[in-house]
């Protein structure tokens, strides 16, 4: 994945100690931006990725030449409205999009693999941080994200509390439970029992764990999707046949499509990647930094919150956010929430839902005017 | 915006902190917060109900009166606010309960079922009454707990809460409540607004 002429890079000189007990220093953070921040610099918005996003939002993804992953909500007048509001993305650390990761060379000029240090979301956040000091800015209009970018959003508000204005969690949660680890923990057996996968080491010989990678995602794909979602758009339809071939090619849709949506990630995404910023995700819980108390992490923070969820997410459910909104309630905090209907499951904050990107639209642009 | 609005805003000072429970489209909010300087919040059970809300740029949480009280720490509004809605709970004393905790004091408001229209209604039409503020009919009402002026004022009493002021309100006519006018302001008023404390 030689790219690196379209990738943007801030090389932090400062040492970031690791939440593991290691540091990293001279490392590069890969980043993105949309719009322009203005004189005052109090327009910028900070938008935190998924676990398989990248720092290339919105418009055509230079490396992989397709839509990036937020194109319904960021944009020319959408509802992150880049000729108003001054975008941020970064990859996280751990990534594979030009962000220090396991496919980087260690000082020693061997690429990492699984020598790469693991790292936590406290540790993304961390890292990111220093993008602040890069574009001289001294407070964010906003933050934001969904999913694993909804953690960072939690994360960084209670490691820089004075740093956002607004708030913005969506479809995530403070803590990962049982369910999300053990889907995370399929996806890494998954990888890990590819016999491309070598232990990590992988990249010295050109042969990648892609089959690994491709059921991890195709697990991984049936939880961003709802029950309903599916059986409305695949139910048993059969793939470009007339009827049951009695074998094990892909008779039905379903099987087709999460076919190309494992195939398809493989070409963009490393697996050791995948390993790593899983490993992130599972390590999360933020009411544990804090002895059990998740209100104990926004304390020090007077941020506008807004959360949102969907009703159909079963993998950040509803409950999940809520508790949340419950943690800033207790301590008086000026939290908003919604939860929006919508069939689409755990990916409704990705997708075209009118509702949603209302919303946060609204949120955003009624909270700025207030500035 | 009406009456019972302009009633409820006037007995809340500036700069106070404020949970409008069963908000609606946020009008009183909007109110309270462009002039009064409120630090307001709302709390409203229909998504599109929030989803307006938020298009004014207020602060909104999504849920149940009857669950999602409990997660607001004692005592942490000055005020709280429920307009007409302590009727249609299934357990109106547990949320009556909850607002006297959340808030330092509360205001609620009641459709009066001992309007003399209402009564009349049922007197000579002998079906149940449907007139301005009750404007259901028997099998589609949100009401579940219908009561009067005077079954307000007495049940308050009962659980040594403390009014500290009780106004009839009849169109734009809006009196004040004590124990010896109770019986004719329960027959004329069309709507109760109790200031409370506990």
């Known amino acids: ?371 | 915006m009406k009456n019972e609005f302009k009633v409820i805003a006037d007995l809340i000072e500036k700069d106070m902190k404020v949970l409008d429970v069963g908000c609606a489209d946020g009008t009183l909010m909007r109110f309270l917060k462009d002039n009064k300087n409120i630090n307001i919040r709302g709390l409203e059970i229909s998504k599109e109900k929030v989803q307006e809300c938020i298009s004014k740029g207020l602060t909104v949480i999504e849920g149940n009166a009857e669950k999602d009280l409990k997660q607001f720490p004692d005592k942490s509004f000055d005020y709280v606010v429920l307009s007409q809605t302590l009727q249609a709970f299934l357990n109106p004393e547990l949320v009556l309960d909850e607002l006297l905790r959340v808030g330092k004091k509360a205001i609620v408001t009641i459709p009066n079922f001992g309007y003399w229209k209402v009564r009349f209604h049922l007197l000579l039409k002998g079906t149940m009454p449907v007139t301005k503020t009750l404007p259901d009919e028997w099998y589609n009402t949100p009401n579940l707990h219908m009561c009067t002026i005077k079954d307000f004022f007495h049940f308050v009493k009962s659980k040594d809460i403390k009014i500290f002021k009780s106004l009839a309100l009849n169109n734009l006519n809006t009196s004040i409540i004590n124990e010896s006018n109770l019986g004719v302001k329960n027959l004329f008023a069309d709507l109760g607004i109790f200031l409370i404390e506990k």
């Open chain 1, 1 to 371: 994945m030689n790219t690196e002429k379209n990738i943007k890079t801030l090389i932090v000189k400062k040492p970031l100690k690791l939440d593991c007990g290691k540091t990293i220093k001279d490392f590069p953070i890969a980043y993105e931006t949309y719009g322009s921040l203005n004189s005052k610099k109090d327009n910028a918005i900070l938008v935190f990725h998924a676990l398989t996003g990248d720092q290339f939002v919105t418009g055509i993804n230079p490396v992989t030449k397709k839509e990036g992953w937020w194109s319904y909500a960021v944009g020319s007048n959408k509802a992150i409205d880049t000729n108003k509001y001054f975008v941020i993305c970064s990859n996280v650390i751990g990534g594979c999009m030009g962000s220090y990761g396991p496919s980087h060379k260690d000082p020693d000029q061997k690429i990492f693999g699984t020598n790469f240090p693991v790292i936590t979301i406290n540790d993304m956040v961390n890292a990111q941080y220093n993008l602040l000091d890069h574009f001289g800015i001294d407070k964010l209009f906003s933050i934001t994200g969904g999913s694993m970018g909804g953690m960072q959003v939690l994360q960084f508000i209670s490691n820089f509390p004075d740093k956002s204005k607004t708030v913005i969690p969506i479809a995530t949660t403070s803590s990962h439970s049982a369910q999300n680890i053990a889907f995370n923990e399929l996806g890494r057996q998954a990888i890990t029992a590819d016999s491309n996968w070598k232990d990590g080491n992988y990249t010295s010989n050109e042969t990648n764990p892609g089959k690994g990678l491709a059921v991890a995602r195709m697990a991984a794909h049936i939880t961003y999707l709802s029950k309903k979602g599916l059986q409305e758009k695949f139910g048993r339809k059969l793939q470009e046949r007339e009827d049951l071939k009695f074998g094990f090619d892909a008779d039905f849709q379903i099987e087709s499509y999460l076919r190309y949506q494992g195939s398809v990630f493989v070409d963009r995404f490393d697996a050791n990647s995948y390993l790593y910023i899983t490993r992130a995700m599972d390590y999360f819980d933020l009411a544990k930094q804090f002895n059990g108390d998740l209100s104990e992490a926004f304390i020090n923070t007077k941020a506008k919150f807004f959360i949102i969820s969907f009703t159909s997410d079963w993998l950040y459910p509803t409950q999940e956010n809520k508790d949340i909104v419950i943690a800033l309630n207790s301590i008086g905090a000026d939290v908003g929430f919604v939860e929006i209907e919508s069939d689409k499951g755990h990916d409704s904050f990705l997708l075209d839902v009118p509702d949603f990107l209302s919303a946060l639209k609204n949120f955003l642009d009624k909270s700025y005017e207030e500035n």
